[in-house]
């Protein structure tokens, strides 16, 4: 062989090697609105683009190994979906006075290149060098409570809410549309001109049992955060609560077109959903903001477990999962974080895992998530306080110092305690428990955003991909 062509091989065989330790891995980052997606995934990208400099990520192997060749923001591969407004949010937190960013309100991406020195002594032989893509994609929570209605007929669905209505609470602030739909006749000819407000007052009494009664489970989930497709008319029915009717009233029908309707929103926005993204993610993490319903009260608090339940169903296709051969997951490690842990003083910290704990593994379930690596764990994405002690009435307290979000008065408080296993009566008797939003830290856009726990989470989700 030729010294040029020897050359050419020696390179066609680097670029051969190069591409088989190079790998990419999607993870997905969901959680239920205001449980801090946007927060997260603006300082993992941060903390990524800081490692190896001056981020704080002892926890995290390859960064406290010194074994982090360069990390850096990439175009992604799917062009079809929206890119995750990173540099939109810092500049909100680096704003005066620093505002959160906007929160999510669809799907959207961000590609990282991480180049690494390889642990892995054959990796190693073989170059020096390897990079991890790393796609993060951000969606809602509310996407994955609609999973269960794919079992569902039209007929079921409208039974199962009939019965939800019985809850007085709910049934008050459904008023304007229980009272729209009443004068509709099931084989009326189907009008838009009716259909589309009566949606629409349906779609705001879910938004009020969000905002008035701190209630997560709201169904349809694309109703309240519809992504790209507001205003659709796949988006415009509603269960048939005003005495049951059977099938078969056609399309130029009221309850037909409803019917149809809700079928294809099944089809094409829950089925398709899972099709086209879920089934492509590689490793989920799942955030849960634990302390906003602790706030509001025991309806909101057990309204979280049901719709953490109706999440978890999306992973429990373990081995006998109804909708596996539909859509092949293949999600094999799964985070659940329980975020803003900054609200709370460090003694509470390992409480508020055991809560999230409780919630998420409840007895029979984790049989049902076998073949899923899981696990838990408390963080803060954005460290808003900090943690000290402080004298009262003669005792030494742990307490916390920040700027309260309303008015950025700067506060010391002690929250309270949570508590490690879901809340019993005397619980929310004493009401031991005071949660306070705190303003976005005040920060320097060139130091990397203060965090806590971050790297644990690294850890557990890219751990083995970086060996
Ligand atoms: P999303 O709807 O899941 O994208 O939620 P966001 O990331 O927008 O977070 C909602 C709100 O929660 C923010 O506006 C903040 O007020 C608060 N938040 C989120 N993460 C943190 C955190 O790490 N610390 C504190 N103190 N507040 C946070």
Redesign the pocket.
């Known amino acids: 062989m030729s010294k040029t062509a020897l050359t050419q091989w020696r390179h066609k065989a680097g670029a051969w090697v190069q591409r088989g330790l190079d790998q990419r891995l999607r993870l997905a980052v969901t959680?239920?609105?205001?449980?801090?997606?946007?927060?997260?995934i603006?300082?993992l990208v941060n903390q990524l683009e800081h490692a190896g400099l001056d981020a704080r990520l002892p926890h995290w192997p390859p960064a406290a190994e010194g074994r982090l060749l360069g990390i850096k923001r990439v175009p992604s591969r799917h062009h079809h979906v929206p890119a995750f407004g990173y540099e939109a949010a810092l500049g909100q937190l680096a704003g005066t006075p620093p505002a959160?960013?906007?929160?999510?309100r669809g799907i959207s991406e961000i590609t990282l290149a991480i180049k690494y020195r390889p642990k892995n002594r054959l990796k190693r032989r073989l170059n020096d060098n390897a990079t991890l893509y790393l796609e993060i994609v951000?969606y809602?929570g509310e996407w994955l409570l609609d999973l269960p209605l794919l079992a569902m007929s039209y007929a079921q669905w409208s039974g199962q809410q009939r019965e939800l209505l019985r809850e007085p609470a709910l049934r008050e602030l459904a008023g304007p549309w229980l009272q729209m739909g009443e004068g509709l006749a099931p084989d009326g000819p189907a009008e838009d001109a009716r259909i589309a407000p009566l949606a629409a007052a349906y779609t705001r009494w879910l938004h009020d049992c969000k905002r008035e009664l701190g209630r997560y489970l709201v169904q349809p989930g694309r109703f309240v955060l519809p992504g790209e497709y507001q205003g659709a008319p796949m988006l415009q029915f509603v269960p048939w609560v005003w005495g049951e009717v059977g099938t078969g009233l056609g399309e130029q029908h009221h309850h037909g077109m409803m019917e149809a309707r809700f079928e294809h929103y099944k089809k094409h926005l829950v089925a398709g959903f899972y099709r086209e993204f879920f089934a492509g993610f590689d490793r989920q993490i799942v955030?849960v903001?634990c302390l906003t319903p602790l706030n509001r009260g025991p309806g909101s608090f057990t309204d979280l477990g049901r719709a953490l339940d109706a999440i978890l169903q999306s992973f429990e296709y373990g081995k006998s999962g109804w909708w596996r051969r539909l859509f092949a997951p293949r999600i094999d490690k799964l985070l659940f974080a329980a975020?803003?842990?900054?609200?709370l003083t460090p003694d509470q910290h390992c409480r508020l895992t055991r809560l999230l704990g409780t919630l998420v593994r409840g007895g029979h379930r984790q049989a049902r998530l076998s073949g899923i690596d899981i696990h838990t764990l408390a963080?803060?994405?954005?460290?808003?306080?900090h943690s000290g002690r402080v004298r009262h009435q003669g005792e030494e307290i742990p307490a916390l110092q920040?700027r309260r979000?309303e008015d950025l008065a700067p506060v010391t408080l002690y929250p309270g305690e949570v508590p490690e296993a879901l809340p019993g009566d005397d619980f929310w008797q004493r009401r031991g428990f005071d949660f306070t939003?705190?303003a976005?830290p005040e920060w320097r856009p060139e130091a990397p955003l203060p965090?806590?726990r971050l790297d644990q989470a690294l850890a557990f989700l890219l751990g083995d991909k970086l060996s």
């Open positions: 959680g239920l609105s205001r449980s801090g997606k946007t927060a997260f603006t300082s959160w960013p906007e929160p999510t951000d809602p955030l903001d975020t803003k842990a900054d609200h963080l803060a994405s954005i460290k808003a306080t920040g979000l939003e705190f976005p965090h806590l």
